[in-house]
């Protein structure tokens, strides 16, 4: 609700997409194991462009503990993946 409300305070901003903008889908995600060694939870984050415009982007700790750096980056490419296809 407190999005909702937000988005009606300001209707006169939006997403801005030049004319002269390829509209390419660009797609950056990390995850950062060693923020906490003793519970080993990482925090995983991905960043979605169109173009030179930001469309998405998520920053989280994660609920699971990874057993590597190679698990949590595939669980952040997992997160960003599913993200594309559900917009």
Known sequence: MRLLRYLKSCLEQGILFPTQNPLTLTICS??????????RRFITGYFLQL???PISWKSKKQTIVSRSSAEAEYLAIANATSEVIWT
Do not use: A, K, L, R
Request: glycine letters at 8%; proline letters at 8%.
């Open 51 to 53: 173009g030179s415009t």
């Open 30 to 39: 990390d995850s950062d194991w060693v923020d906490c060694p003793i519970t």
